[in-house]
């Protein structure tokens, strides 16, 4: 039994000990003491803010209060909700509008006129020439050329008066160039002088191209020199064909490309002596406020059997993907003329594509490697470029990943070990500098490449719906890759149809979600997307249920605004999306 009297007495001689103790003044009171304090307080001070708030990873989308039968409800980006329509618009403001006003809807033309002129100055009096993006095309292991802006305007208006004139009204362009600023050139061309183009991939088997040249019908098409067999690819441009422009690499300029055979009717022009006996000045065409909107501009973008279907995107597709893939960004970090963006995936990609819109818009600078793919070595792509922002596949990435890792460069396991914990508590671990290797020539190789990336700071990976399914990176996958790389990673659904991503992850979201879960984010602000099947049971249970994802919004390309992707997903509990 407790004796209460000995209550008080332990408790005093407790507090009589711990008064001694301090009294003592010993170096030990002074060292634990310092100890303890350090414990409570280091916390306080390095700890960091998660880089999201935790709530707004939880819930990522929103649904619609009511679906119908076999169906999941719409789903939403939190920031278009349900009953207000989708995000469809740039806001461009004339020089003189009325600050309050919401902007113009914008069209490709906006684009260019952005880029070309240049951010404003500090007191948002003039436009700085300074800080013009430029656009960059890397060749070579280490060689990148810079092209001015003003530049690419000269081209535009070069081509395009050219053009305009040869193939006359209702005048179609063919584009047959891998990423290259003149395929940049052609698409700003056709908004500008009001003419339709079709984006032809390349580095595709012969008798592929020659159907696909067949289903276009172009006036005027545009090539580079010694790339296309053009004794079958002329002749499959039909009777129509009335121009052939030519684009001679540097290494084949010497060849008199411009007495190419053709057939009857057709001229060769070369893409130099169009240039220079141009007298166009890169002054930026005013566009008049009612002048129609740009042509539609297609693509050839392959499907799950391999084969490639022609989408028409108008000028508001593109726009409004555009507009959502700008909101997507984090409100702190938005593109800006700080950052170079550089696509490893074929701008004839409507993903890819809408990216570049996106970097120039916000004043950025674009660089572009011919070699461009699904399945491209990102070391040799990136030479010794430093882009800040990376659009990417999701086989590029992997191959990536495999190689860094086999050199036995990237963090050691301890640092790993640290990189992990910081993601988990949603902090994006900061990069260690390049380590200085010394010694052999393939170390010094390896250091340079590594370097390439060391100013990256996002990367984007359009998970493409036509894709091998093999080649999906998993939540893990991304996971392995932030903690080696150090960088931050969206993966996002993208498809043929759609103009932007379908689906993106959020920036800012470092949760591993598992080994086999593929998880693409949610939906972008230019569409709404919900999940359809045969049973209702299946579709319809709530945040588990799965279908097909059915996608709608001004950023799909047809009449119907509307397209059905080959693709099974689920919801998950955070309202994103997972594939299946
Ligand atoms: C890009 O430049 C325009 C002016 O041409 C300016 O209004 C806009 O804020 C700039 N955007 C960025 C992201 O710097
Ligand atoms: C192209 O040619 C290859 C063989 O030469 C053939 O297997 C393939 O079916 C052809 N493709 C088309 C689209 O005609
Ligand atoms: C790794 O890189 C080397 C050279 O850069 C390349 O030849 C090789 O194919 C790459 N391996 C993988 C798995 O990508």
Known sequence: MADPTSAPSLAESIDASIASFFASHNPLTYLLLAIITGILVYPLIVGQDPDIHPFLLAR??????????????????????????LRNALGVKDIGAPKWTSGRRGDLRDVLARAVSGPLNAESTAHDASKVGKVWTLSGKDKSTPTEMKELMRMVKTL??????????????????????????????????????????????????????????PNILIAEAGELDLTTALPKCGTS????????????????????????????TTWDDLLSSSSATSDIPSIEKDAPKPKPLS????????LFTLTTFTSDNLIAGTAALLTSLPRTQPLSPTDTLLPTTS????????WILAAL???????????????????????????????????????????????????????KFFHR????????????????????????????????LSKLRAVFVGHDTSADKANSLTSSDLDSLRTELGVK??????????????????????????????????????????????????????????????????????????VQLDVKAKIDTDHTLLLL
């Not at 030519?246 to 290494?251: E, V, Y």
Request: proline content about 7%.
């Open 60 to 85: 990522q989308s929103s649904a619609a209060p009511i679906r119908n039968p076999k169906e999941s409800p719409v789903y939403r980006a939190l920031d278009v909700p349900h009953g207000y329509p």
């Open 421 to 452: 914990r910081s993601l988990r508590q949603g902090i994006m671990p900061s990069r260690k500098p390049i380590p200085d290797l010394g010694g052999g020539k393939d170390a010094v190789f390896l250091v340079m490449e590594l370097a390439a």
């Open 241 to 268: 064909l009335k121009e052939l422009i030519l684009i001679a690499k540097p290494d084949s300029k010497h060849m008199d490309w411009a007495s190419t055979p053709t057939p009857k009717g057709v001229s060769v």
């Open 299 to 306: 693509t050839f973008t392959s499907t799950t059997s391999g």
């Open 160 to 217: 395009g008066s050219f053009a305009k004139d040869k193939a006359g009204a209702d005048g179609k362009v063919a584009v047959c160039l891998s990423n290259s600023v003149e395929l940049l050139a052609s698409i700003f061309a056709a908004a500008f002088y009001d003419y339709e183009v079709a984006i032809i991939p390349t580095g595709l088997p012969q008798n592929q191209t020659d159907n696909l040249l067949a289903q276009t019908n």
């Open 347 to 354: 701008i004839s990609n409507p993903y890819t594509l809408t």
């Open 489 to 562: 990673i969206s993966y996002a659904l993208t498809s043929g149809q759609v103009a932007g991503a379908v689906a993106q992850g959020n920036l800012h979201d470092y949760r591993d979600k598992g080994e086999k879960v593929v998880c693409v984010g949610a939906p972008a602000g230019s569409v709404e997307i919900k999940l359809v099947g045969d049973d209702d049971g299946v579709v319809g249970r709530g945040r588990g249920g799965e279908g097909f994802i059915v996608v709608n919004g001004p950023a799909v390309a047809g009449e119907k605004g509307e």
């Open 361 to 415: 818009y916000s004043n950025a600078s674009i660089a572009l490697n011919s070699v461009s793919g699904p399945n491209v070595d990102l070391f040799a792509t990136t030479a010794s470029f430093q882009p800040t922002i990376l659009v990417t596949s999701p086989g590029t990435l992997q191959k990536y990943l495999t190689n860094y890792t086999k050199t036995g460069l990237g963090p050691s396991r301890f640092t």
